[in-house]
């Protein structure tokens, strides 16, 4: 079943706390409830009680679709390095939350190949009105301090997250190597949100890794001829086959 990326001014304002979910998710009990994994994992650990509220509140949404997140769950318990964990992370974020999706599979992706330097905050109060816009139902329209509040929190999780680097107002687009356990990774986990392999080597997911579809193809051929999927490809006609049948598979199977 294809995944669609849902809007969360939560998510996106408390962020994606990667070394906090990364120790949660290393320390994760199979054998108890997601509730109670979150209790134990991340109560009392944070500097404040309300904080401690926020994070879990905030750990508890992202974790809600937990069939798919259990593949994380499973690198980080088998002791994946938490900087490729975090590129991992970074495709779920990058797939399932508005208005992160938009702006890192669009936006982002888009302007660092029209050969942009650096991104501020400024430049993506448009992209928050655009996703804002779009989204389901009839919700309230969006105060000017969120737009503004919402831009800069795009710019941190990016940061966050590994798309972009530097300090102060204005960020550099950062070069995004990733190991070919990851890349498998994404193949595996493109494929489940997708809904079916065939789409794997034409998703724009691929784009959170800043790669388009001309660099997909070269990656799909090195994992082929590294044996690590199968890729076929005769003119118009490509096939992939996985090593796993789900990236929960292929995460219990990668040599870590």
């Not at 970074?90 to 992706?109: K, S």
């Given at each position: ?9 939560r998510?996106?304002?408390?962020g994606v706390l990667?070394?906090e979910?990364?120790?949660?998710f ?7 409830s997601?509730e109670e994994?979150?209790e134990?994992g ?9 904080w401690?509220?926020?994070v ?7 974790v809600?679709d ?14 994946m ?7 991992c ?8 939350e ?19 330097v650096?991104v ?5 109060v ?29 710019l ?9 680097e ?9 070069t ?7 890349l498998?990774?994404?193949a595996?986990?493109i494929?489940?949100?997708e ?10 997911l691929?784009?959170?890794?800043y ?8 990656t799909?051929?090195?994992l ?13 006609l490509?096939q ?13 199977q990668?040599?870590l």
């Amino acid at each position: 079943m294809k995944v669609k990326p849902e809007w969360s001014q939560r998510l996106l304002r408390k962020g994606v706390l990667v070394q906090e979910t990364y120790k949660l998710f290393s320390d994760w009990d199979f054998t108890a409830s997601p509730e109670e994994n979150l209790e134990r994992g991340l109560r009392g650990r944070q500097a404040t009680e309300g904080w401690d509220e926020e994070v879990l509140a905030t750990v508890r949404r992202r974790v809600r679709d937990f069939d798919l997140i259990k593949s994380l769950i499973v690198l980080a318990q088998r002791g994946m390095p938490v900087s490729d964990w975090r590129d991992c992370l970074r495709l779920w974020v990058g797939a399932t939350e508005e208005p992160f999706h938009t702006f890192a599979t669009g936006w982002l992706f888009d302007e660092r190949a029209k050969g942009r330097v650096t991104v501020r905050s400024e430049d993506l109060v448009s992209v928050v009105d655009d996703v804002a816009g779009r989204r389901a139902g009839s919700p309230a329209p969006i105060s000017a301090y969120s737009r503004i509040r919402a831009a800069r929190d795009l710019l941190k999780t990016a940061v966050d997250l590994g798309l972009l680097e530097g300090g102060g107002p204005a960020r550099s687009f950062s070069t995004v190597a990733m190991s070919d356990d990851v890349l498998v990774f994404y193949a595996q986990l493109i494929a489940d949100l997708e809904g079916e392999p065939s789409r794997v080597p034409t998703s724009k997911l691929w784009r959170l890794a800043y790669l388009a579809p001309h660099d997909v193809q070269l990656t799909l051929l090195h994992l082929h001829q590294f044996r690590r999927l199968d890729y076929q490809a005769a003119g118009s006609l490509v096939q992939v086959s996985l090593p796993a049948s789900s990236a929960e598979q292929f995460a219990m199977q990668v040599p870590l």
